[in-house]
T-cell receptor, first 111, second 114 residues
Framework: GENVEQHPSTLSVQEGDSAVIKCTYS??????FPWYKQELGKRPQLIID?????GEKKDQRIAVTLNKTAKHFSLHITETQPEDSAVYFC??????????FGKGTRLHILP | KAGVTQTPRYLIKTRGQQVTLSCSPI?????VSWYQQTPGQGLQFLFE???????NKGNFPGRFSGRQFSNSRSEMNVSTLELGDSALYLC?????????????FGEGSRLTVL
């Protein structure tokens, strides 16, 4: 079945630096790749998503890239700020099937 | 627009008991999905309901079950509780299939099994 691997499990970056989180998926039929952010004690919320017909998508300081050939996608956060500290989850889905989440990356923004 | 509501927020059970959790989706959303969140395993998909039918199911034992009512509200049930069932159970609602857009999560029901 579909499997999504996410790395790293923990990431610490200095405030103002960039953070990159990477995910790989196993099912080449997957066509939708969302990223969710979960702050401590709160519910996960969608921050950005990308579909298989697009290679890159940006939204202010956040960007996601997709390499369908290699079956991996990445989240890029630039100019990190304290409020970026959270757990980030990637996911893969192919429509009328289950959605599979990665195990999460805990991002720490250091002052 | 009201968000996804889950009840109860916290509960404590003992091994062997059963538990029922409830989820009210955003108005107009027809899909409700359930997830188990634990520190080491992240978000694991349990099952998804659409128009009162289970449309997808994750890799959990039969002790985990659910249903959806005609008003789209959903319940999940765990029977014969085990210590390993201690987790945060999240439900999410969406308009349709997973790849059509955002999942809106509830705040979760935190289950502790003693």
């Amino acid at each position: 079945g579909e499997n999504v691997e996410q790395h790293p499990s923990t990431l610490s970056v200095q405030e103002g630096d960039s953070a990159v989180i990477k995910c790989t998926y196993s099912d080449s039929a997957s066509n939708y790749f969302p990223w969710y952010k979960q702050e401590l004690g709160k519910r996960p919320q969608l921050i950005i998503d990308i579909r298989s017909n697009v290679g890159e998508k940006k939204d202010q300081r956040i960007a996601v890239t997709l390499n369908k050939t290699a079956k991996h996608f990445s989240l890029h956060i630039t100019e990190t700020q304290p409020e970026d500290s959270a757990v980030y989850f990637c996911a893969a889905s192919k429509g009328d099937d289950k959605i599979i989440f990665g195990k999460g990356t805990r991002l720490h923004i250091l002052p | 627009k009201a968000g996804v509501t889950q009840t109860p927020r916290y509960l404590i059970k003992t091994r062997g008991q059963q538990v029922t959790l409830s989820c009210s989706p955003i108005s107009g959303h027809r899909s409700v999905s359930w997830y188990q969140q634990t520190p080491g395993q992240g978000l694991q998909f349990l099952f998804e309901y659409f128009s009162e039918t289970q449309r997808n199911k994750g890799n959990f034992p039969g002790r985990f079950s659910g249903r959806q009512f005609s008003n789209s509200r959903s319940e999940m049930n765990v029977s014969t509780l085990e210590l390993g069932d201690s987790a945060l159970y999240l439900c999410a609602s969406s308009y349709d299939f997973f790849n059509t857009g955002e999942l809106f999560f509830g705040e979760g029901s935190r289950l502790t099994v003693l």
